[in-house]
């Protein structure tokens, strides 16, 4: 399925694979290239109540981690989907540094997330992270993806 002849790049912070596995799932959708939002690996720890505590300190603060992997260039597409998982109602920390760095990029962004949990908030933490780019809906990861696909087009 092509989003009306958009150039597609799926963006994706995954931490236990959930979010990839979904990432992946929109590939078949979707012809599009892939980017991995990836920082130090020491930089989280792999209790997930011990992560939770350092992006919590890490968007109090505004030190956002740095990502290691080199963002392609966004303006060569039409569509960034941007996938994360939900940490304490929130996009994960990562995903703040990834939309930083294309805050100037012209075209549209949707991003999409797998929760344990409550989403409660992920919505508008995501559009105040990404500023002023031109943000279409979320989507929760886990069911119709065609769906959500056809309603972007």
Do not use: C
């Not at 020491?42 to 956002?64: P, S, V």
């Not at 080199?70 to 920390?93: H, K, R």
């Not at 805050?103 to 949707?110: D, I, L, M, Q, R």
């Amino acid at each position: 399925m092509q989003i009306r002849g958009d150039k597609v790049l799926i963006a994706t912070y995954s931490r236990s694979g959930r979010t990839q596995g979904v990432a992946e799932e929109l590939a078949q959708l979707v012809d599009a290239d892939m980017y991995k939002i990836e920082v130090a690996p020491d930089t989280f720890d792999r209790d997930m109540y011990k992560t939770d505590e350092i992006a919590i300190e890490q968007i109090k603060n505004n030190q956002y981690p740095k990502l290691v992997s080199e963002i392609p260039n966004a303006d060569q597409y039409d569509l960034i989907l941007v996938g994360s998982p939900v940490w304490q109602g929130a996009p994960a920390t990562p995903v703040h540094t990834f939309l930083e760095q294309i805050k100037n990029y012209p075209g549209k962004v949707a991003s999409f997330y797998t929760d344990a949990g409550m989403a409660d908030g992920y919505e508008d933490t995501f559009k105040e992270w990404a500023g002023k780019l031109n943000v279409l809906p979320a989507h929760e990861g886990s069911n119709d993806l065609a769906a959500w696909i056809k309603e972007l087009s």
